[in-house]
């Protein structure tokens, strides 16, 4: 089939003309490998709280390249000395930082294989695709991996202030209609420059990061850790963790190849190879969702059970508590719906369970947001800001939380 890589524009929500700079951006984009995150969901199954959060890995991804172009231009205006290859490189790196995401993103990490974290995945594809197209990628792959001798090229990608962030809070807070999210990247954008080989802010745009850190912070309380998300989130794991069960015992199962192949075999850092990188770019929300669609009528009861709840949002009742889940509480749901369904404890637990969810808005033993004053001085964001929940927003807050049926009253 002929290709055509004309140099080309996308009209984004967000941002409007994208502009495609290079005809290796564009073969990177028109490959296989990328345009499989059409079919990859931004936010998992967010969708079932936000009707709106249907947007996909490339969406993101193509946003992210554009805020990069954005920070180039910034920093060269700002006499940062950043060559033709490095811009590439860069451009490269935070157009592909989540290729290795798997179906529903991070709902699915270690599911579909086990310890195997999407980074790691995406460097592999990284490789891959360097070797494809003639090493055009190897500065890239040192900016992703942060050996490249300018710290400041890592952090653009991979960072507490990286384009990673500032694209998903705001492409985020748009599709879900949570406005709280919304973020003036163009302003923070502006704010950027470089000392001593370092990412840091402008005193003046302070204000901005504070503003960026309390809708981050928001964004995972009201959106991403969102309770209703976190039970569809379980349920969809619970789903292959039973087939996967069940399939050890001989139940055949009706799937795609793709993920029979994933459900049969276990793939971990230790045999993560060429070969099951190739079978993984297969993989796509669209082989989870038919497999449960079609699990929903299976004889059994548990599969078929999580499937039903998922595909018609009948979801399982969670509480959220800021202490851990007593165990005389946890044992009477648990007891309750075990003499409701006559199930054994171990199908009971794929109906009643806990767990915990944590957030930190700022993590201060990461790579700081550094401020750079007039006088040259530099420091920490949190020292640097008069808000004073700014030093709150660096602490760790756990709740903790149990899942289980409604039962009719």
């Known amino acids: 089939m002929i290709k055509s890589n004309k140099l080309k524009i996308f009209n984004d929500p967000i941002y409007g003309f994208i502009r495609i700079p290079n005809t290796l951006i564009f073969d990177l984009i028109a490959h296989p490998y990328f345009q499989r995150l059409r079919r990859i969901s931004q936010m998992g199954l967010s969708y079932l709280v936000y009707p709106g959060a249907h947007h996909t890995r490339f969406h993101h991804a193509l946003g992210s390249m554009y805020l990069m ?79 490249h001798p300018k710290k400041f090229l890592n952090q653009l990608v991979s960072s507490q202030l990286d384009m990673d962030r500032m694209d998903y809070l ?39 990061v504070e503003k960026f850190l309390m809708a981050r912070r928001f964004m995972y309380w009201q959106v991403y850790l969102h309770k209703t998300g976190i039970v569809a989130e379980q349920l969809l794991i619970r789903i292959l963790k039973r087939a996967k069960e069940l399939i050890k015992k001989g139940v055949q199962l009706d799937c795609s190849k793709a993920l029979l192949f994933f459900m049969t075999h276990k793939i971990d850092m230790d045999n993560f190879e060429l070969s099951i990188l190739e079978r993984f770019s297969e993989l796509d929300d669209v082989d989870v969702l038919s497999a449960i669609k079609t699990w929903q009528n299976h004889d059994d009861f548990v599969l078929s059970g999580l499937c039903e709840m998922v595909i018609n949002r009948q979801l399982l009742k969670i509480k959220l508590k800021n202490k851990p889940i007593e165990p005389a509480l946890f044992q009477k749901h648990r007891n309750h719906f075990i003499s409701t369904y006559n199930v054994s404890e171990q199908e009971a637990d794929y109906f009643v369970f806990q767990g915990q969810i944590s957030n930190i808005a700022y993590n201060t033993d990461k790579q700081n947001i550094n401020i750079l004053s007039k006088n040259g001085k530099i420091s920490d964001v949190a020292k640097a800001s008069d808000h004073l929940n700014l030093k709150a927003l660096s602490k760790k807050v756990t709740k903790y939380y149990i899942c289980y049926p409604k039962y009719k009253a």
């Open 69 to 147: 172009q954005q920070a180039v231009q910034v920093l060269r205006f700002k006499e940062v000395e950043i060559s033709i290859a490095e811009e590439e490189g860069l451009l490269c790196a935070i157009l592909l930082h989540d290729i290795g995401h798997g179906p529903f993103s991070h709902a699915m990490e270690n599911s579909i294989v086990e310890g195997v974290h999407h980074e790691h995945i995406s460097l592999l594809f990284m490789e891959e695709l360097n070797a494809r197209f003639n090493g055009s990628l190897t500065v890239a792959i040192k900016i992703f991996r942060g050996e």
């Open 170 to 208: 705001k492409r985020d807070s748009f599709y879900t209609g949570v406005a709280e999210g919304n973020i003036n990247s163009e302003r923070l954008l502006t704010m950027l420059t470089v000392r001593n080989g370092e990412l840091m802010v402008e005193a003046k745009g302070t204000y901005s």
